[in-house]
């Protein structure tokens, strides 16, 4: 059974930061391709960012490119979003995925593991 917990969301000023980890001690993790997702309230989830399973191609959404920071710890089978100059609009539930491909389109339908996320919220 796949398991993977994510942590570190939480309530932040405009301008501030926040560091998302998700843990997956079942996974064989140093092979996967993993990717974050937010799902805001009343919108579909999307794409935030997505790493090859060595780190050697890593994609982002153009709305958090410059900000984020997505990286993979496989020593402790951790997959991290370092999330810097939050606005507003980052403001969504945040998923950790793997089972699948990680492409430029960064698209939830090319993984098929999730985590149950964690909430994000940035205040203006």
């Known amino acids: 059974q796949v398991e993977m917990v994510e942590s570190g969301g939480g309530l932040v000023q405009a301008g501030g930061s926040l560091r998302l980890s998700c843990a997956a001690p079942?996974?064989?993790?140093?092979?996967?391709?993993m990717g974050w997702f937010r799902q805001a309230l009343g919108k579909e989830r999307e794409g935030v960012s997505c790493?090859?399973?060595?780190?050697?191609?890593?994609y982002y959404a153009n709305s958090v490119k410059g900000r984020f920071t997505i990286s993979k710890d496989n020593g402790n089978k951790t997959l991290y979003l370092q999330m810097n100059s939050l606005k507003p609009e980052d403001t969504a539930m945040y998923f950790c995925a793997s089972g699948g491909k990680c492409s430029a389109r960064i698209r939830a339908s090319d993984f098929g593991y999730w985590g149950q996320g964690t909430q994000v919220t940035v205040s203006s």
């Open positions: 079942t996974l064989h993790f140093v092979g996967d391709e």
């Open positions: 790493t090859s399973w060595d780190g050697a191609h890593i």
